[in-house]
């Protein structure tokens, strides 16, 4: 298993963020060269020297997802320098906020739609092209994608758009021996989580948490590594039949 992914190279779009990053880490180790692109600079240069330090192949390419100029960027940086794109991890996304829908603000459902939705459409445009035939798609949506939340309108609704884009571009790309699939991560325990926690109850966020663990029947927020571990799967030739499917890894939370 160590280099089943040598000489594959990966686009990674939110790719400084913890699912991103662990991904871009651990395609790395098994051979993958990776490009990793998100809007922050300053922590796409940390992420890097990180990898350097442990001599990962990842490059880095700084860019905005809702815009077309920075997203054909990204696609040139990944072609530029390493040849092709084999695999795309469209993942880059925001959370929003929690509020009622009558009182959730309207800037901030156009920026949760313009990166979750927007950014993901961009990705698949201008990636389709370029992507080599008999390659890998796989797109962030979330259990949010499958089920309503109260007060998070902006993100549910977002999530369950990404899983539309998916099955459009499943159902285009099979002709071409390309897969498209959704990963549905639970609660992540990360700092979208942290963030959605405290905005269901301020400044009682752990109590959140500890209301989410009862109600997942393994009792525990997923690591961003058992989403990476499913992400990888798809990419693999493991899951060479797996096309315009919904892959969730919530720990029973929605059954």
């Given at each position: 298993m160590e280099n089943r992914f040598k000489d594959k190279v990966v686009l990674i779009t939110g790719g400084s963020g913890s699912i991103g990053f662990?991904?871009?880490k651990k395609l790395a180790e098994q051979g993958a060269k990776v490009m990793i692109t998100d809007i922050n600079e300053d922590v796409l240069k940390q992420k890097q020297h990180e990898a350097a330090s442990e001599n990962l192949q990842i490059q880095y390419v700084q860019a905005d997802v809702t815009k077309a100029e920075d997203v054909k960027k990204y696609v040139d940086a990944c072609i530029n320098t390493?040849?092709?794109?084999?695999?795309?991890?469209?993942n880059a996304g925001i959370e929003g906020k929690v509020k009622p829908m009558h009182e959730y603000p309207d800037e901030v459902f156009d920026k949760v739609m313009a990166v979750n939705v927007k950014g993901v459409y961009l990705g698949m445009k201008h990636v389709i092209p370029k992507i080599e035939d008999g390659g890998s798609i796989v797109i962030t949506s979330s259990v949010a994608g499958l089920q309503g939340t109260p007060g998070m309108v902006a993100y549910i609704t977002s999530k369950h758009a990404t899983i539309g884009i998916m099955r459009t571009a499943a159902l285009e790309l099979g002709k071409r021996k390309i897969r498209v699939n959704t990963v549905n991560p639970g609660v992540v325990d990360n700092?979208?989580?942290?963030?959605?926690?405290?905005?269901?109850n301020p400044g009682n966020?752990?109590?959140?948490?500890?209301?989410?663990?009862k109600q997942i029947p393994l009792q525990r927020y997923a690591e961003p590594e058992d989403v990476s571990n499913m992400v990888m799967f798809l990419f693999s030739d493991e899951s060479k039949y797996a096309n315009g499917g919904v892959f969730v890894v919530d720990g029973g939370l929605s059954a």
């Amino acid at each position: 298993m160590e280099n089943r992914f040598k000489d594959k190279v990966v686009l990674i779009t939110g790719g400084s963020g913890s699912i991103g990053f662990i991904t871009a880490k651990k395609l790395a180790e098994q051979g993958a060269k990776v490009m990793i692109t998100d809007i922050n600079e300053d922590v796409l240069k940390q992420k890097q020297h990180e990898a350097a330090s442990e001599n990962l192949q990842i490059q880095y390419v700084q860019a905005d997802v809702t815009k077309a100029e920075d997203v054909k960027k990204y696609v040139d940086a990944c072609i530029n320098t390493y040849g092709k794109i084999d695999f795309f991890f469209n993942n880059a996304g925001i959370e929003g906020k929690v509020k009622p829908m009558h009182e959730y603000p309207d800037e901030v459902f156009d920026k949760v739609m313009a990166v979750n939705v927007k950014g993901v459409y961009l990705g698949m445009k201008h990636v389709i092209p370029k992507i080599e035939d008999g390659g890998s798609i796989v797109i962030t949506s979330s259990v949010a994608g499958l089920q309503g939340t109260p007060g998070m309108v902006a993100y549910i609704t977002s999530k369950h758009a990404t899983i539309g884009i998916m099955r459009t571009a499943a159902l285009e790309l099979g002709k071409r021996k390309i897969r498209v699939n959704t990963v549905n991560p639970g609660v992540v325990d990360n700092r979208m989580m942290r963030s959605l926690e405290d905005g269901m109850n301020p400044g009682n966020g752990e109590e959140v948490k500890k209301s989410f663990e009862k109600q997942i029947p393994l009792q525990r927020y997923a690591e961003p590594e058992d989403v990476s571990n499913m992400v990888m799967f798809l990419f693999s030739d493991e899951s060479k039949y797996a096309n315009g499917g919904v892959f969730v890894v919530d720990g029973g939370l929605s059954a």
